[in-house]
């Protein structure tokens, strides 16, 4: 088999098959059609919490993207905000936003960027010694020379889930020195899971301005997250939210595709949620997504799509880590379940694997159990999950989408 065969043969046999890039047909059609020719109706805007910053209701995520055409046309059709990480395609996803808006107006787009804890115990949920003031800043640092700027607008700590984290002294300090030496304008938080303690803690801080937050349709108490929302709407505290599209897909076949600007338009009749930050890797889902910034109304078709249900619970693992504790093995179970997502759903292997090496998991780590104890109360079946997803551990990164 040669090398070619063998790469298709992973990512079509082990992974499904990966998102097909945009035609140059569909491109030039699409950056045919300037906004002004385009939109018939006003894009709605909201503020971010007390940074004053005003943005259309929808947003970039970048974390897949990895064409700079695609981001500029982004660009060109209104989205102001584009959100990246530290970690994304191992930094070459900030590298990729430093080329396109060299030579661009600053004022025009804001960058959202997240730097995680440096030592973090994802089975004990603990922050250790590691996560120092020095050893983020130095994070945020190569963050900004890859993105080739000074500043960036928003800079979250990434993936906190506790109280604990959000307010831990070391992050404290070092999100207080970034916004004090002029490396950021605001600074917030980003949490996968327990998203309204972490909302209630950032409040607590009076520190931090964002929460970038996991939250859609298929989440098990959004009256709950809408409660927390409030709470930090009236703090001044801004929410932008991101997973909104629940993975994608109802199935690991890609037969049940959710309806992604119905998605969208779920998560949006939430008030204070400023914005959302779907991931775009095509013309056609930036095309899709940016029409929901003149409409949010959710039509009665549309609020049907969204109650359909995979026996199996969908992809979206709500975080709530109850299955942890009863697992023999301690598993952080739910970020296992967010691989998973990754690689189902949205077809990001790489994205995936990343998520289970930074907690060593190897490739089933569930093989010495007789019986899993774990249970979901969505129930997700865990066992087959986490071993059908961590075979990715022994995948060479090169093979991957």
């Not at 059709?77 to 990480?85: M, N, P, R």
């Not at 993975?247 to 008030?271: I, M, R, S, T």
């Not at 709530?320 to 990754?342: D, G, N, Q, T, W």
């Amino acid at each position: 088999m040669n090398e070619l065969d063998r790469r298709s043969f992973l990512k079509t046999s082990v992974l499904g098959t990966s998102a097909a890039l945009a035609a140059p047909s569909l491109l030039a059609r699409f950056q045919s059609a300037a906004p002004e020719e385009k939109n018939t109706k006003p894009v709605i805007r909201r503020t971010l919490g007390k940074t004053g910053i005003s943005l259309p209701v929808v947003s970039m995520g970048v974390m897949r993207a990895d064409s700079p055409a695609l981001v500029r046309a982004a660009l060109k059709s209104g989205i102001v905000l584009f959100d990246t990480a530290h970690g994304y395609q191992k930094g070459r996803n900030e590298e990729m936003l430093g080329d396109v808006f060299t030579g661009v107006q600053r004022s025009s787009y804001v960058i959202a960027t997240k730097v995680p804890p440096e030592d973090i115990d994802w089975q004990t949920n603990t922050i250790g010694p590691g996560t120092t003031k020095d050893a983020f800043l130095k994070r945020l640092d190569e963050s900004l020379l890859r993105l080739k700027l000074d500043s960036v607008d928003i800079l979250y700590v990434h993936g906190v889930s506790a109280r604990e984290h959000v307010l831990h002294p070391a992050l404290i300090a070092a999100v207080t020195e970034a916004k004090k030496s002029g490396r950021t304008k605001f600074v917030g938080v980003s949490t996968h899971k327990n998203m309204e303690t972490v909302i209630d803690a950032a409040v607590e801080s009076g520190v931090y301005d964002v929460v970038l937050a996991a939250i859609n349709f298929q989440y098990n108490a959004p009256e709950n997250f809408r409660k927390a929302t409030a709470r930090a709407a009236a703090a001044g505290i801004g929410i932008v939210a991101m997973k909104t599209m629940a993975g994608g897909y109802f199935d690991k076949e890609k037969k049940k595709q959710v309806n992604c600007k119905a998605a969208l338009k779920w998560v949006l009749q939430d008030p204070n949620i400023t914005t959302c930050i779907p991931g775009m890797t095509t013309f056609d889902q930036l095309q899709e997504n940016v029409g929901v910034n003149e409409d949010i109304k959710l039509t009665g078709e549309e609020k049907d799509s969204l109650t359909m249900r995979e026996s199996g619970g969908g992809m979206y693992c709500d975080g709530c880590s109850r299955c942890s504790s009863p697992c023999a093995k301690h598993l952080a179970v739910p970020e296992i379940m967010r691989a998973y997502m990754y690689a189902y759903g949205y077809g990001a292997t790489l994205q995936a694997k990343e998520v289970l090496a930074e907690r060593r998991y190897s490739a089933d780590p569930c093989r010495d159990c007789l019986i899993c104890t774990a249970e979901c109360i969505k129930g997700l079946p865990i066992r087959e999950r986490v071993t059908d997803v961590s075979r990715l551990a022994g995948v060479p990164d090169e093979f991957l989408a």
